[in-house]
């Protein structure tokens, strides 16, 4: 292993490493408190309310203890996370006991979606055009009269 | 960054230098008549080869190298007192979808080279310069098939594309002539009749409404620019030029022409502020204003004295749905399809370095010897340019082809240092609406196109939905080739003369022959009738007065040579 001040120390590498490494870490850290991550709940404790879920009917003990708030939290994500595996994306049918996810917005045409939230006014108007253009067609110059010829029978 | 020149040699080469003078006005006129002569000589080239079939079809190279040959020789013929006199635009022969810039050299192979088909449309561009005063040229004419005459019109979309371009350049000519005599302008295009001079705005919507008439759009790039001594736009974008003076059509002005035809929400509600929508802050995005006039608007008179020139370019309007005309890039990199090299340069004359290969020093220095502001080839470095009539052609051709490959090794270094700045390969696409609005803005709007370069102000393409240009870029696999007709003329505007339109014509060059379904209707029509109405009779409205060909009675063997 070459020294702090060797002049072939592998300084690129170890930055590199250290960088992944940090990275992993975080990664990791996250992961133990994303909020649709159920790790934190996965049994029955007096401290936390038993979770509605089918798939944590297991009886595991859980070794860490979450807040009220935090397990109310959890709850109403997996909720969510599966209505959304299932494909109910659609605003109506996601107001459940009343509750509306704000994170789901209400797209009524799901192929004119753009990707941001920046849809603009412009970016509506522009729309209309494409819609209107499949409907009716574009309003397009009128073929009248003889036409136009320039030039002759000459090259 | 200005370069400092002090105000007595700004005067003497901005103002001095640039008043139309008998002196002036006889070079501009020269330029002009070579221009003419060039023209015409190339169409005959393709007329024998391609219509008359007296030989094998040219390709594009060979025309091309023939005729700058040419038009250099004419060059060389008269003012040998001027140092500066050289092509200011290389022949470029835009095939179809092609725009600008396709000039292939010698070598280029059969995929680049092209040889053209029956129904292509092709415009001649070409443009030379004496002391700097230019005329620049451009005529779309239609190959058809072989035999003693065409068959029939050529018809079409292509055909709806020349008509209009070739109608809005000659109503163009008229109206600039119109600044002359302004009791003359028609007083249907005037907004305040007291104040009578033709504006830029005036120029924009006539061209407009002719496109519109024809069902087709004004191609970006499209422009009516003053031009001056050494000033005709051969390096727009890589160097700002103050006091721009000229109308340009780019991206925005089809982005705020669909915003005008929406004026409702997906809803169906009346957007209220419409008006709102569809103007556009000129000053959005950009921290400068425009101190040095760099930025062009269409708040500007034409003047007596000055010089425009007229560069229309038209595509035809897809029937089926709504989107926008935009030019891509070719750079000859990739191999699939046509995709043409970059053939022509210009020097930066800012740039200096120590060069490494034996061959680009070389190169170098010849281009600095022989070569100014303007584009060049390679092959105008070769010690056989211009071809000499008197000797062997097949082996002159021969030896320019050996030329150009040595200079091509030493190319790369030149580009790569920046010393050269190659002129772009354009090629019109059409890409539909839905797919621009399917991509979200999350580049951010700052982010410019370094490679190819556009004028000040006109940076974002789209400002309204803030699409760059490298996020249309992205665009391109959606877009369709579209045919563009274009048709560019230089008039000069002199007080004592009158205007002389330094290239282009209806007597000189008839176009092809061509019929489309469409016609001028309403006012367009009564417009472009009243203004043709007065180049017809020279008593009563303007006298245009057309440079005429050369005689090139010992040229013209050469050329006959030449297609032996």
Known sequence: ?155 | MALQISPKDTDLLLKQKNVLSADVLDKYRYAGEVTQTCLQYIISLINDSYHLGKHEPYSAAELCLLGDSFMQTLINGKFKKVIEKSIAQPVTLDVNDLVVGYSPELTDDEKTNLTFKVGDIVTINLGCHIDGYTSNLAHTIVIFPSGLTPPGPLLGESSDAIVASYLANETIVTLLACALKTEKIPNSLLNDKSNRQITGSIIRNVVNAIAESFNCTVVPTSKVRRIRRFLAGQAEGVVAERDFKGVVWSEIDQEKELLKRCNFTEDGEIISNSNELITIDQNKGRSIDNPDKAIPTDDFVILPGEVYMIDIKMAPINKDEPGLYTLESLDGKTKEGFNAKHSIFIRDVSMSEQLKLRNSRRLLSLVDKHQSVYPFKLSYVSENFPLNSKGNLIEQLNHIEKDVNIFKFGLNECINKQLFVSKAILSCKFIPLKEILKVPTSTGINGYDAANPTLPGMELPLPKLGITSLKLKTLFKYGKRTVVSRYVSTVALSNEVGCVRLSGGNKLFTPSWVHTNYQLQGSIAEIVNELSALTQDERFGIKIDECNVLDISNVGEEANDMEE
Do not use: C
């Open chain 1, 1 to 155: 292993m070459p020294s702090k001040n060797s002049v072939n120390k592998p300084k690129d590498n170890m930055i590199r490493q250290r960088k992944s490494h940090m990275a992993s870490k975080r990664r990791q850290r996250r992961s133990n408190t994303g909020v649709t991550i159920i790790k934190t709940s996965k049994g029955t404790n007096e401290i936390v309310p038993l979770l509605t879920n089918n798939r944590n009917k297991g009886g595991v003990i859980a070794n860490t203890i979450i807040s009220n708030k935090k397990a109310k939290k959890i709850e109403r994500n997996i909720k969510y996370a599966e209505m959304r595996r299932n494909g109910n994306v659609n605003g109506k049918k996601l107001k459940v006991n009343g509750v509306v996810d704000i994170d789901m917005k209400e797209d009524g045409n799901n192929d004119n979606n753009t990707s941001g939230p920046k849809e603009s006014a412009v970016r509506k108007a522009l729309w209309s055009i494409v819609d209107g253009a499949k409907i009716s067609g574009l309003t397009l110059a009128v073929a009248s009269g003889e036409g136009t010829t320039l030039g002759g029978p000459s090259f």
